[in-house]
């Protein structure tokens, strides 16, 4: 019980400080990093379940379609070809690289497939789950993925934008 208080401060310490410094999604970002390298640390868990999960998906569906415009599609038509082509794009790349990581690291392929592919963290997290795969590997996979993207996107498009 000690090592869930120490991880569940971690992550509202580090949720108020990535905030503060105005990190990009700092409170999500800082709670994330904080709490899995308190988590490292002292070893523990902190307790989940299917309550927990389907708040956060409620809430994440609720912030998606807030912030969602269907009418820039109306608008916008000729981005529907060039969204769905980048798609398939980017599922061809994943799976090249789950390939890899089958063939080079001897990840199992339904593992290394959710650990590839495009999504964000709760939802491959729950699909891999579901579909039987090693979730731990295939949560580090997009834990890294999303913690960089997160820092770095900001600092990539100020640079490119000018």
Not at 89 to 116: E, P, Q, S
């Amino acid at each position: 019980m000690n090592n869930q208080l120490v991880i569940m401060a971690a992550i509202g310490a580090g949720a108020f400080l990535g905030n503060y410094l105005k990190l990009p999604s700092g409170i999500l970002t800082g709670g994330m990093v904080a709490g899995l390298v308190a988590k490292g640390i002292v070893s523990g868990n902190v307790p989940s379940g299917s309550v927990l999960s389907i708040a956060s998906q409620l809430l994440v569906a609720y912030v998606v379609v807030s912030n969602s415009d269907v009418a820039t599609i109306r608008k916008h038509p000729e981005v529907v070809p060039v969204a769905l082509g980048y798609i398939a794009v980017l599922v061809l790349f994943c799976l090249g690289a789950a390939f890899l990581l089958n063939k080079v690291f001897h990840i199992d392929m339904r593992t290394a497939i959710y650990a590839t592919a495009p999504g964000g963290l709760s939802g491959m997290a729950l699909s891999a789950a579901d579909a039987g795969a090693e979730t731990p590997i295939s949560m580090m996979f997009h834990l890294f993925r999303l913690t960089l993207i997160l820092v770095s996107t900001p600092f990539l498009a100020r640079l490119f934008a000018r």
